[in-house]
């Protein structure tokens, strides 16, 4: 019985093939977009459309705060906005918070806060499909501000 053995031009065609499967034919051309060139991470939503959280601090001290959670059609969230600040080791601490449920959730509050901290504001989110299950979990947080 003969030993049928691949000869070395057959195994570096098949070589050749494989690697031409592998590599794509064309180059192609796409955008980034402001966050990915800067190398930000860009979340992927499932049912949300977008988020933002934005804290301003008036020179008396009252900080304004606004952020909002948008989901597609068929989805909900159910959100809440936190004004929260910076606790010496690092850690910030809620002081404040407000909550909303919606399609569309949009936060317009203000509070004053004591000075000799520094703020942000964070909005998290729950979102929903039609039929109530939890498909995501989404949160986004402010610059911090120093009063």
Not at 11 to 25: E, F, H, N, Y
Not at 102 to 115: K, L, R, Y
Not at 119 to 143: C, M, P, Q, T
Request: proline residues 4%; hydrophobic residues 40%.
């Amino acid at each position: 019985m003969k030993k049928a053995y691949a000869s070395p031009h057959r195994m570096l065609l098949t070589m050749i093939l494989t690697l031409c499967l592998l590599v794509p034919s064309g180059l192609q051309a796409f955008a980034l977009s402001p966050e990915e060139a800067a190398g930000e991470p860009v979340p992927y939503y499932i049912g949300t459309i977008a988020t933002s959280a934005a804290i301003s601090i008036s020179s008396s001290g009252e900080a304004a705060c606004w952020g909002y959670v948008d989901c597609y059609r068929g989805y909900t969230a159910d959100a809440v906005m936190r004004l929260q600040w910076l606790n010496s080791e690092g850690i910030w601490i809620d002081y404040k918070s407000w909550d909303g449920e919606g399609t569309h959730v949009d936060f317009d509050e203000t509070w004053n806060v004591p000075t000799g901290r520094t703020y942000r504001v964070k909005v998290a989110a729950v979102i929903y499909d039609e039929d109530g299950d939890a498909v995501e979990i989404v949160d986004v947080a402010s610059g911090s501000e120093k009063y």
